[in-house]
């Protein structure tokens, strides 16, 4: 009786402590469900296969980190043949002094001028030549026409212009830096001349209403470019050359441009445009 009372008492104890370990390891409790494996990330969303302002800037800004590293690119540019649309603020400090034809004629910028009488704007862009070679290096060969134009401020993104249209006050006044981003439209050897407006000196008169001055636009005009990148210097579409090692890089995007317009900064009216005959 002694002996049955002992094993008694030990099965009892250990009943007892896998029943403490079951309650410790939750075996009172529902089976969990299988936790559900986390969603695999999403699959990148395409790029828009037409490159804007900022996608064009961001390609020009990683060719400049390549050059002034000393980085060499192989195999195929993917940016050949490439849509893009280009905008380029202008007129954004208000109008400017009407310049002589020297100082306007062929620097690759478009300017804003107001008539002495107030009554027109005159929008203009005078495409530079560079079929001699650019800030980025001497003329590739197998072109026949190479026309640039600067891009306005290519540290900024937006189309539009400057938020702040005035210099802080106290800040220093210190000369512009050399342009480091532009366009060069290029025209293979034989190619048609058919309708290229990038040959030529492109205009538009903004007049007056009535007796009252012209009004300039608050946020300027825009010069757009359309077309299609192209591999003119080594089959790249950009080509960047270092001038200093403390500055950036000089950068010349290549394009088959077909079409150049001017638009209203404030209401994105087209007022002219240029298409290939």
């Given amino acids: 009786?002694?002996?049955?009372?002992?094993?008694?008492?030990?099965?009892?104890?250990?009943?007892?402590?896998?029943?403490?370990?079951?309650?410790?390891?939750?075996?009172d409790r529902p089976p969990r469900p299988a936790e559900?494996?986390?969603?695999?990330?999403?699959?990148?969303?395409?790029?828009?296969?037409?490159?804007?302002?900022?996608?064009?800037?961001?390609?020009?800004?990683?060719?400049?980190?390549d050059a002034a590293a000393g980085v060499a690119r192989a195999g195929p540019d993917p940016l050949v043949g490439r849509t893009f649309t280009l905008t380029v603020a202008f007129g954004c400090f208000g109008p400017e002094p009407a310049p002589t034809d020297e100082a306007s004629a062929g620097d690759g910028l478009p300017h804003a001028t107001v008539s002495a009488d107030g009554q027109s704007i005159r929008l203009?862009?005078?495409?530079?030549?560079?079929?001699?070679?650019?800030?980025?290096?001497?003329?590739?060969?197998?072109?026949?026409?190479?026309?640039?134009?600067?891009?306005?401020?290519?540290?900024?993104?937006?189309?539009?212009?400057?938020a702040s249209p005035v210099r802080a006050p106290g800040a220093p006044v210190t000369p512009p830096p050399a342009r480091s981003a532009g366009l060069v439209m290029v025209r293979p050897t034989g190619a048609s001349r058919?309708?290229?407006?990038?040959?030529?000196?492109?205009?538009?008169?903004?007049r007056a209403d009535g007796e009252q001055p012209v009004g300039f636009p608050a946020r300027g005009y825009r010069l757009v470019l359309e077309g299609r990148l192209a591999g003119w210097a080594v089959g790249r579409v950009i080509r960047c050359?270092?001038?200093?090692?403390?500055?950036?890089?000089?950068?010349?995007?290549?394009?088959?441009?077909?079409?150049?317009?001017?638009?209203?900064?404030?209401?994105?009216?087209?007022?002219?445009?240029?298409?290939?005959?």
């Avoid at 009786?1 to 029943?19: D, H, P, Q």
């Avoid at 395409?46 to 400049?64: C, K, M, Q, Y």
């Avoid at 590739?140 to 400057?162: H, K, T, Y």
């Avoid at 309708?195 to 903004?206: E, N």
């Fill in 124 to 162: 203009g862009l005078s495409p530079a030549d560079w079929t001699a070679g650019d800030a980025s290096g001497p003329a590739p060969d197998g072109f026949e026409g190479l026309s640039g134009i600067w891009i306005n401020q290519p540290w900024m993104r937006p189309d539009a212009c400057p």
């Fill in 36 to 65: 559900t494996p986390a969603p695999a990330p999403a699959a990148p969303v395409p790029a828009s296969p037409t490159l804007d302002r900022a996608a064009l800037l961001s390609a020009i800004d990683a060719a400049a980190s």
């Fill in 1 to 27: 009786m002694v002996f049955e009372a002992m094993v008694n008492s030990t099965r009892r104890t250990a009943a007892g402590l896998v029943f403490m370990g079951c309650v410790a390891a939750g075996c």
């Fill in 241 to 277: 050359r270092v001038v200093a090692p403390d500055r950036p890089p000089a950068c010349i995007v290549g394009a088959a441009v077909d079409r150049i317009a001017f638009e209203d900064g404030d209401t994105g009216a087209v007022l002219s445009e240029w298409r290939p005959g």
């Fill in 194 to 206: 058919l309708g290229r407006s990038g040959d030529r000196d492109l205009t538009h008169m903004v």
